[in-house]
């Protein structure tokens, strides 16, 4: 039972359908081709109508809204989402960081935002939260082969057995394991555990040390060798 | 000087020049005709004298007066010059010499020619100019103290409209968004400047406007552009097969582009914040923040054998969470950059204010330079608008933002929280 259940969120986990409402056909492609990788459905819609059409008919998980569209505003279609109840998370996704859009989007109730230009590492990773949290039985748990996370105590097993991560290295693999098998930049690593608005230079090499001691920690339960660098570029928590 | 202090002194000069000159025409005008009065007397004496000499054929009685005396002395040979002159006056009762007028005459009695010389003191003649002239004086001294109070009154009442124009434009600043408001006058000239100042406040803000509207949209739209570069950027990574230095390659140039994002949302804070657009606020416990901050830098820290140390007093304060984060991760973010390894960092909060020190640099740095927009360091990898932002956003809330160099360290002060 246990296990058709532990399938079953797996199976969620890696499956998600998502739209993109985005204008900008260079940006929408990334994002398109960035999802649609690991088997997600992606579709996408340039322009208000087409989203709007969209969203009356079909049901996603996760609604990646721009505000400044061609003829019409990205919090219009958001209006209209929660007019009809639907349940689609919604994520903003805006060349403005004004804190009135932003504060205006999540009244309106979307799930969360982010402010352009963005690394679609941290897009998939919030993304993932958000699918999660919709989920209907309340996914409290994430399951990478023998590595469970628990999302509610904070809590990572290797096989059963729980190993101890400081706030940084449990915030990293989250963010790895959302990420799995792609190429994570060290600029977004450094930009998601530290946030960024510091400039904090010297290459990036700080986060080695972080990552070296994450996967030692993982290896050293008995886990397999998931982190591996990536040409110097960054790295990649490999999903096979 | 004021203008009218400066307009008062002049007139002032200009009045006791005038008075002098006018009291010295005065003077001698008005001891000409009182001499000519005092010389009518003297005539009207001779003319009684010869008068009897005619009738009597004798010298009359001279009897002896207070301010009148007549002398008649024998003369041989032909008479004299009939003159007026001054001259000195005993005067017996008072037992002191006053000064006189003097008509020397001649008169024909038989064959006998008299000299007379009427004498008449003209103390009172004196008395009464003296009397006219410190009336005078009186009558111009209170005269001219009442034009001077007046004048201050009334000058200033009437300038009032003129310093309150000042006052607006003293106050005028261009991230306030308010003009300088009108100020009602009846005086034309007040009026017209007053008409100019505001006009010419409205065209300033204006312009301002549409420069700062211009640089946030500029850096608007750089941002989709950016965010186009940074995706592709994510999806170029993902292709396999690369080779050691196309890696570096790409690494570089995310960095360069990552920079350029940073530098292009403190673009858009800087306006933001000098717009005033960031206007809501909450209470934060400003202890427990920065206990908070110190831990998400706490391996960083570590990394670089940088020792920290914390005075930290209790410490509300209502402020905007988002500028107070970007204030304490640029002073961190700062502090830890420019540090020295096994360097030190010391934060202290009271009520008054908080401020972070650190070790690096053995010398103090320009605090005029380090605070201009877009100054950094050589070997800064930063914006170079990190501490203008900290400024911008301590002036928009009336903190006071300062650096100093003290014990070695670098100190950054925040104060008036």
């Not at chain 1, 309340?138 to 996370?149: L, S, Y």
């Not at chain 2, 999806?235 to 570089?252: A, C, F, P, R, Y």
């Not at chain 2, 920065?290 to 920290?308: H, K, S, T, W, Y």
């Amino acid at each position: 039972m246990h296990k058709i259940y532990t399938e079953l969120m797996m199976s969620f986990e890696t499956i998600v359908k998502i739209l993109v409402i985005e204008d900008e056909p260079g940006l929408r492609d990334s994002i398109r081709d960035y999802f649609a990788e690991s088997g997600n459905i992606c579709e996408t819609a340039s322009e208000y109508e087409t989203a709007l059409q969209k969203i009356n008919v079909y049901r996603y998980d996760c609604i990646l809204l721009d505000i400044t569209l061609p003829n019409g505003s990205g919090l219009d279609i958001l209006e209209a989402l929660k007019a009809n109840h639907h349940p689609d998370g919604v994520l903003i996704i805006s060349a403005k960081n004004s804190l009135d859009d932003r504060l205006r989007g999540l009244d309106l109730g979307a799930d969360d935002y982010l402010t352009k230009p963005f690394h679609l590492s941290e897009l998939k990773a919030r993304v993932m939260a958000i699918v999660r949290r919709k989920s209907f039985n309340g996914n409290r748990e994430i399951i990478f082969r023998e590595i469970t996370i628990d999302l509610l105590a904070k809590q990572v097993n290797v096989f059963g057995v729980s190993i101890k991560l400081t706030k940084k290295e449990y915030a990293l693999l989250l963010y790895f394991v959302a990420n799995k098998g792609k190429v994570i930049s060290k600029n977004a690593i450094a930009e998601h555990l530290w946030g960024d608005e510091i400039d904090i230079s010297d290459n990036f090499d700080f986060i080695y040390s972080h990552i070296k001691n994450l996967r030692k920690k993982l290896i050293e339960a008995g886990s397999g060798d998931y982190i591996q660098s990536t040409y110097g570029m960054g790295y990649k928590f490999r999903d096979h | 000087m004021k203008l009218l202090d400066r307009y008062n002194s002049l007139s002032l000069l200009t009045t006791i020049l005038v008075i002098v000159v006018t009291g010295v025409i005065y003077y001698f005008s008005i001891s000409y005709i009182l001499t000519g009065q005092v010389d009518k007397d003297l005539e009207v004496e001779e003319n009684e004298i010869f008068e009897y000499v005619k009738l009597n054929h004798a010298l009359p009685q001279v009897f002896k007066s207070d301010d009148l005396i007549i002398h008649f002395t024998p003369i041989g040979g032909h008479g004299v010059t009939r003159r007026f002159s001054d001259c000195r006056f005993f005067d017996a009762h008072e037992r002191d010499e006053e000064s006189g007028r003097t008509l020397t005459s001649s008169v024909m009695v038989g064959q006998q020619l008299y000299r007379i010389e009427i004498t008449e003191s003209k103390v009172e003649t004196e008395d009464l100019i003296r009397m006219i002239f410190f009336i005078t004086l009186g009558i111009v001294f209170v005269l001219l103290t009442v034009l001077l109070l007046i004048n201050r009154l009334v000058m200033r009442r009437l300038w009032q409209p003129f310093y309150r124009i000042l006052k607006a434009i003293k106050l005028f600043n261009l991230a306030d968004r308010n003009g300088i408001d009108p100020v009602n006058s009846h005086i034309d000239e007040f009026r017209d400047l007053n008409l100019e100042v505001t006009a010419m406040s409205q065209r300033v803000l204006q312009d301002y406007r549409s420069l700062k509207a211009f640089v946030e949209n500029a850096a608007h739209e750089l941002m989709t552009p950016l965010a186009v570069i940074n995706s592709k950027l994510d999806t170029l990574m993902q292709v396999g097969e690369m080779n050691d230095k196309q890696g570096l390659l790409i690494s570089e140039v995310y960095h360069t582009v990552g920079k350029l994002k940073k530098l292009n949302r403190s673009m858009l804070m800087l306006s933001r914040i000098e717009n005033k657009l960031i206007a809501e606020r909450e209470e934060i416990d400003l202890c427990q923040f920065i206990q908070d901050m110190v831990n998400e830098f706490q391996e960083l820290l570590a990394d670089r054998g940088i020792v920290i140390s914390e005075g930290l007093k209790p410490c509300r304060i209502k402020i905007n969470r988002d500028l107070l984060m970007i204030i304490l991760n640029n002073l961190m973010g700062n502090a830890i950059q420019h540090n020295c390894k096994q360097g030190k960092i010391v934060i202290q909060l009271d009520q008054q204010g908080f401020s972070f020190c650190n070790t690096g640099a053995p010398v103090p740095l320009n605090e005029k330079q380090i605070l201009q927009r877009f100054y950094k360091s050589p070997e800064s990898e930063g914006s170079g608008l990190g501490l203008t932002l900290i400024k911008e956003i301590c002036d928009s809330y009336g903190f006071s933002f300062r650096y100093a160099f003290r014990n070695n360290m670098h100190c950054f002060d925040i104060s008036g929280i």
